[in-house]
């Protein structure tokens, strides 16, 4: 999947994120195809449940009808249309997502040979916390972290100061 350019940092504190708010003993639906990071989870001591790679925008249908504690979406709503039904529509009570933040000097993400693989949206740190309290969500907290790259350049070197990923863990509101 990552080809040697396994995402070491980012997995680092997404795993320490989730451990500071997810008990192991919470079940969680992980929403994309089982992952390198699903397994470290499970890894971990967490019961994991991914969805089957379906398209949720149009097919919510494992979400809404899951048990699970806990949602993660981890670099998954970039790729939606429509983040906010599967937001709204799923039973959990608590949610851990992550998003590659929009990069002023680069365009948005997108794969030309894999049509699974572009980013619809790239938010911002106030879009994503808007559309998740749009959805029901109270956002409890946050972690913004960068991501530098080995390269020579200009946005190799903004890379170093401008945060890429942001995580939030959010409880459905009563």
């Known amino acids: 999947m990552y080809e040697n350019n396994f995402p070491n940092k980012r997995y680092k504190h997404t795993l320490a994120f989730l451990q500071k708010h997810i008990a192991t003993s919470e079940s969680i639906l992980d929403l994309g195809v089982e ?5 470290i989870m499970k890894s ?3 019961q994991v449940e991914n969805t089957g790679g379906e398209d949720l925008d149009v097919d919510f249908e494992t979400v809404t009808n899951s048990n699970a504690d806990v949602i993660t979406a981890f670099e998954i709503f970039e790729h939606l ?5 599967v937001l709204k529509e799923t039973r959990a009570k608590k949610l851990v997502a992550s998003i590659p933040m929009r990069l002023w000097f680069t365009s948005a993400y997108r794969s030309k040979t894999d049509p699974w693989d572009r980013h619809y949206h790239e938010f911002e740190d106030w879009q994503f916390d808007w559309l ?21 350049g200009v946005r190799p070197l903004l890379r170093f100061f ?7 863990y959010a409880e459905r509101k009563s």
């Open 35 to 39: 992952n390198p990071f699903s397994e």
């Open 44 to 46: 971990k001591g967490y």
């Open 81 to 85: 249309v429509a983040p906010f039904n």
């Open 132 to 152: 998740l309290e749009k959805a029901g969500w109270t956002i409890k907290d946050s972690a913004k972290w960068t991501n530098p790259t080995k390269k020579i």
């Open 162 to 168: 401008t945060p890429r990923y942001y995580i939030v």
